[in-house]
């Protein structure tokens, strides 16, 4: 059985091309289980359209293709099914990825594609091609979503992989490094050889607004195995920057100390930066400052809002006077600091808009994102509001041009709110001297001031691109039922 692992793309307001973890870690669990006929493609190398990428998967010929996508690559998604339907009838489809997790029923409503893994795909998708070489029902395989008789079910929840040590390390060997390191990311700022890596999966936290991707419950490599493989990046590619992207790598305090503290005991002399968010109210001083020992030169804190009743309302609990300090004492021991902030929350008043947008502009804050309020299908927000959820389906998702509000401020008053936080924040010659200061490489800065100007301008939205960019191919969804399975 030949499998093609594909990582999708599609074109955002800002590119972040990071390792495509999730297919390497299929591929490596699906090789240490013999299977050998095994292929990898990144889309977002070449920044190809789905009628490029086809014509790799016909001069392939796979049996099984695999798309990994998140949420907002969705229309790069169902035109490369549509298109391999076409040009090879006989290839099945699989869907996987946080957009398999968080829209795996209405995704299925595409003929052109066959199954959605749910969740953590190793032992699924196993298990699933193993049933289609075996003549197996995959109906009997937990974790997919399917079509039976012409309607779309789930098979019901897989139980998480307790042990993330008995997973293999990604394929590394089996990636072109060169290519990620030629890659000019906004989040890359030292300019040396990197690499992307995960210690953990699960976050118990249940944030009205988020996907849930890996479920509630925290899990976690060891410390020993995180710090060999950072090792190995290190000593065979010459990986020097590394970037962490847990949803909470601090959650467990005393795990997170013994990874920084067996990166110094390697004498491992690397650039860390957490750029997926760190819980930030669950860090103090000592993990802080062994953090910085071990190389971490930038953090980013999920800040979201500064209104308390909000705070509450979305089931974010972040004990905001706890953070303040944190920020500063981030701010006395020299590490780059990035914060997010959400604008547009159910109910929010211009007031507690403000006073977010007041509290970023107070901050020691390095650099900021305000993003729109979207509620992306499969988190509880878009259960609560559901029709502006279900119009975004025929949409880009773009928290940058959003086109609901859920608050009590209008959608062309909300984005008017946005470009005002960020000309306000990057508009302070004391703060760009401090970031100039800590920035690995200056250059960076005139990146980060070419962005915020997109941003200002009304310049930064890819609302609608798809038409442009597939060339017409981009479809969502169809109401048929397509193949049985």
């Known amino acids: 059985m030949r499998v093609a692992l594909v990582r999708t793309y599609q074109p955002q307001p800002i590119d972040e091309i990071a390792h495509p973890l999730g297919i390497m870690a299929l591929d490596a669990y699906l090789r240490e289980r013999g299977l050998t006929d095994l292929h990898l493609h990144d889309m977002r190398l070449g920044k190809q359209r789905p009628d490029e990428a086809v014509r ?15 949420t907002i690559e969705k229309n790069a998604v169902h035109a490369l099914a549509r298109l391999v339907r076409q040009r090879l009838p006989n290839a099945t489809v699989v869907v996987g990825g ?7 029923p ?40 399917l079509r039976r008789d012409g309607e779309v079910v789930e098979t019901g929840a897989r139980p998480a992989i307790a042990d ?58 060891s410390p020993d195995e995180v710090v060999a493989e950072l090792a190995l990046l290190h000593d065979r590619y010459g ?8 949803d909470i790598f601090n959650f467990d305090k ?42 971490t030169y930038r953090v980013s804190y999920a800040i979201e809002t500064a209104s308390p009743r909000v705070q509450k309302s979305v089931k974010k609990h972040l004990q905001l006077p706890k953070v303040e300090r944190l920020m500063a004492e981030t701010d006395r021991v020299g590490i780059l600091m990035h914060g997010f902030f959400m604008l547009g929350f159910p109910g929010e008043t211009r007031e507690e808009i403000e006073r977010t947008i007041r509290f970023a502009l107070d901050s020691p804050l390095h650099t900021a994102s305000f993003f729109l309020v ?14 502006p959820s279900r119009e975004l389906l025929g949409h880009d998702y773009n928290f940058y041009d959003n086109p609901h ?81």
């Open 56 to 70: 790799w998967l016909e001069r392939l010929n796979p049996d099984v293709v695999g798309l990994s996508a998140l």
């Open 98 to 104: 946080p957009y398999a997790t968080s829209s795996g």
């Open 106 to 145: 209405s995704l299925m409503r595409d003929e052109h594609i066959d199954f959605a893994v749910v969740g953590e795909g190793e032992v699924t998708f196993h298990a699933l091609l193993e049933a289609l070489r075996t003549g197996a029902a995959p109906a009997d395989v937990a974790g997919l979503v």
């Open 164 to 221: 993330l040590d008995t997973l293999p390390l990604p394929s590394w060997d089996r990636i072109d490094m060169a290519a990620y390191d030629r890659v000019d990311s906004p989040e890359r700022m030292t300019g040396k050889p990197w690499a992307a890596f995960y210690t953990s999966r699960g976050c118990p936290y249940r944030c009205t607004y988020c996907h849930d991707v890996f479920g509630k419950r925290f899990r976690a490599r």
């Open 239 to 246: 990986v020097r920057e590394f970037h962490c992207y847990d």
């Open 254 to 295: 005393a795990r997170a100390m013994a990874i920084c503290q067996r990166i110094v005991a390697r004498g491992l002399k690397i650039h860390l930066q957490f750029p997926n968010g760190v819980r930030a109210d669950r860090l103090d001083v000592e993990l802080l400052r062994a953090m910085k020992a071990a190389g």
């Open 374 to 387: 979207t509620p992306f299908e499969g988190s509880a927000l878009a259960d609560a509001y559901v029709e």
């Open 405 to 485: 509000s859920l608050s009590e401020v209008s959608a062309d008053e909300l984005r008017r709110l946005q470009r005002w936080a960020y000309f306000r924040f990057y508009a302070n010659p004391r703060r760009m001297m401090r970031l100039m200061r800590l920035m690995p490489r200056r250059r960076k800065v005139l990146d980060y001031a070419r962005t915020w100007a997109r941003i200002l301008t009304g310049r930064l939205s890819v609302h609608g691109a798809d038409e442009a960019t597939f060339g017409g191919l981009a479809e969502g969804p169809s109401e048929t039922s397509g193949r049985a399975a």
